[in-house]
């Protein structure tokens, strides 16, 4: 992100750096590939003992993972040690290469996971919206041995293009880059129009330019190549099965990036595996719009032999 410490952005990127450390969480940058790739995380600190399990939470399209998770990682890192990472070209995260799927994704975080997480233990993932495509591929390249279960929300697995014109009807646009990467107050007025339930009424043109300026200038070709690049809906590419882990599937009732029907496809496809939770007046960001009920879910989901007061 831009060094400029000016603006309301770089305040709240503080302010949510500081509920990570607050939660216990250390940031570490870990090499993989001989250097070739580079992963900014959050983590348990090394040395934590084992009696907690570990869950992985990845971000979805957008600001890094310190946005995207401040309201779970003090909830749940009561419970669970945490595994944050930033994805590939988002944050502090970097690839040499020139693969941009959701599939490279996940092998980058499986490589994090065997290089973070001591003696093979277990791990479960959540992912959000793009996080939800990586997490899906985490589950299915690892296996059921070393992912226990899945959480896939606000995502839609069989995202194709007839749903990406119905985005771009949506967000009046011509492209998906200039809904996902706006470049003008407008453009993510829009977007939060489009990711909120009930999105700010008023936001100050100054204040939206602040934010893009510090969150949609890095990797800005890199992360239209993630769009470009992202292998749903190729059906020569992509065919989504169930997996074998017990799976969450988490959907707003209001979601207008991925409308609800989708959710309850997403959900049928991947089998009996799989239930449906809706969480309702939320929109494509439930894990903010309504924190309890969404951290309540996963508790619940993940740790059903235990209760899941917060």
Sequence with gaps: MPSSTLGIAPLLD???????TAAGLVQETVQLDGGATTVH?????PGTGSD??????????????TWQWRR??????????????????FGGSRADDSARTEAHQAEAVAKLVGAVVPGGARVSVAGTSYGGFVAYHVARLLGAGAVERVVIASSDLLKGDADDRALLRRGGADRVEDVML?????????????????????????????????????????KKE???????????KFQLTPLNQQVLVLWGE??????????????????????LEILKNTGHMPQEEDAKRFN???????LPAQSSSL
């Design 14 to 20: 503080a302010y949510f750096r500081r509920r990570f």
């Design 41 to 45: 995380c959050w983590r348990f600190p």
């Design 52 to 65: 907690l399990p570990v869950l992985v939470l990845l971000h979805g399209f957008g600001p890094p993972a």
């Design 72 to 89: 779970q990682v003090g909830p749940l890192s009561r419970r669970f040690r945490l595994l944050v990472p930033d994805l590939l070209f």
């Design 182 to 222: 706006p470049r003008t107050p407008e453009r993510l007025r829009r977007l939060m129009e489009l990711a909120y339930h009930r999105p700010r009424r008023f936001a100050p043109g100054f204040v939206l330019r602040d934010l893009i300026q510090y969150l949609y200038t890095d990797n800005v070709e890199e």
């Design 226 to 236: 993630l769009i470009k690049g992202i292998t749903l809906g190729n059906k020569d």
């Design 254 to 275: 209001h979601d207008q990036i991925f409308p609800i029907e989708k959710g309850h496809q997403v959900a049928r496809q991947l089998g009996a595996n799989a239930r």
């Design 296 to 302: 309540e879910a996963l508790l619940n989901f993940l």
